[in-house]
């Protein structure tokens, strides 16, 4: 992340989490490569309904905040590649809680 951008996030660290993974696509891009790489197709295929566009500008801004690298080989046709980062596998706690609380919540009910 580019240093000029961490002086405009939040100050409350939970925000901030929300900042960067706040929407529905990057939890589960997260969940979707936690178990390891994948390519873009089996990301699209994964995630059902969204679009190519929106993919694409999701993993750009994960990519931008050090979350997943992209990775892109020189073949035909080219093969691409996302894996998430360190700072990104830090994120699996996180991920841990919510699929343990939905859990816990669906048998509540």
């Known amino acids: 992340m580019p240093e ?3 002086k405009n996030l939040p100050a409350c660290p939970v925000e901030t989490t929300l900042t ?3 929407n529905k696509w990057k939890v ?8 390891g790489t994948k390519r873009f197709g089996e990301l699209k295929k994964s995630l059902g309904t969204v679009s190519q566009k ?3 500008a ?4 994960m990519e ?4 997943v690298t992209r990775t892109v080989y020189p073949e035909v046709p080219p093969r691409v590649e996302y894996t998430l980062t360190d700072l990104g596998m830090s994120l699996q ?3 841990e809680s919510m699929w343990a609380w939905g859990e816990s919540y669906k048998a509540s009910l």
């Open 28 to 35: 589960l891009i997260l969940r979707d490569l936690i178990p």
């Open 20 to 22: 960067l993974i706040g």
């Open 93 to 95: 706690p996180v991920l």
């Open 58 to 61: 999701q993993l750009r801004d």
């Open 4 to 6: 000029n951008e961490i």
């Open 64 to 67: 931008a905040d050090g979350l």
């Open 54 to 56: 929106v993919l694409t």
